[in-house]
């Protein structure tokens, strides 16, 4: 039977409980990490009927149309690429332990730097319920302790999942409170924000008003995950056959992740081509709001239905769905300027074969991750290598991009000394 946290009182009793599992958790070994993680992909699997039935709860209370349907939904094909995610995680060698620098002074000390995990790390997330997975791989992986706060709607599939990993941790003998999930209730999200005391730091994912909401209100340090406001800017140079492709996966692969393209940015030497490389788009259905230029070249192929003129509200908005923003620009100097002025500075992509001009742009463009000729679908840590991720940073401070398992860590002086003391 799933456990779903009742009505919520003062929370500090959870958060200390949380912070004493942590401080257990530092010494078990990598090894038993490893065997721990394997066995909770394997139990995801053999559990796959019981997560659907418990999603589909939550599903059940939720409108189709809304674009968080598509991330609130789980199903056999998503459980199975989770649990290789987990396997991906246990795969990976932890970088808890690795010596970043050493260096004996000229009195004998011997000063080490060595990567040490956060502690505990709180997560308050909206309709994923794949990231109670995702996060608990990536904080057991390197000795973290996770509170995680999930929103009402995934209430039922992320205690199912969470009670689940409680289950084998419990097994192995570890204190299962080193993943413990918060009651849905907003005053919870507020003690956390709160707990300076017990909680290392937060990271928050989903809409930029949860976004800016955490930032704003939290005395907990704060990783900010921003939105993804995505461009493609389609240079004079740019390959027809290579961004029609790109365009197409970029906004129609999944239309409800932070990494699907909002905004087209178009060479105005290329608005012929608007044509072909929107064709593919007619199958998937996509709505399209153009600016005049680029309106007035589709309005004569792109079914009526689905082509509107676009006005500022179009540029500078993560869709979520499946919709399209288009620009008309000059030049790179115009295309630079759009993406400065409406960017969330997560991921942007160039088309173009001139290496003077990708060169300018990845230079120019601030953001998390900048492409040419490439999807901005790969904006992700197990694309990136990383086996998962626990958010994607549109800061600059400690980490940014897709953040794995070293951003999740951090580091302490190690001093060895002989005696010595200070004038």
Sequence with gaps: MVSIPKKMKNLENTFKSVQDASRELVSLSA?????????????????TGFILEENKKDLNRMDQNDPKYDRLLLSEERIQGIAQDIRNVAGLK?????????KELDNGLKISKVRVPMGVIGIIYEARPNVSFDVFSLCF?????????????????????????KEVLSKHGINNAVATLLPTEREATAEM??????????????SQGLINFVRDNAKVPVIETGAGIVHTYFDASGD??????????????????????DCLLVHSQRLSDLTAITQPLIAKETEIFADDSAYEILKKSYPKEKLFKADESHFGTEFLSNKMAIKTVHNLTDAL???AKYSSKHSEAIVAE?????????????AAAVYANS???FTDGAQFGLGAEIGISTQKLHARGPMALEEITTYKWIVRGNGQVRD
């Design 354 to 366: 001139d290496e003077t001009v990708i060169e300018t742009y990845f230079n120019s463009v601030d």
């Design 337 to 339: 300027h759009h993406i």
């Design 141 to 165: 992986k390197t000795n973290n302790a996770c509170i995680l706060k999930g929103s009402s709607d995934a209430e039922f599939s992320n205690a199912a999942i969470v009670s689940l990993i």
């Design 31 to 47: 090894e038993k990490i490893t065997e721990i993680l394997v066995e909770i992909a394997d139990v995801a699997i053999e559990k």
């Design 240 to 261: 027809l056959a290579k961004g029609t492709a790109i365009v197409t996966n970029a906004k129609t692969r999944r239309v409800s992740v932070c990494n699907a393209l």
């Design 193 to 206: 924000l709160n707990a300076t005391d017990y909680v290392d730091i937060i990271i928050p994912r989903g």
């Design 375 to 377: 999807s901005t679908a």
């Design 94 to 102: 932890s970088p808890v332990g690795e010596i970043l620098s050493k």
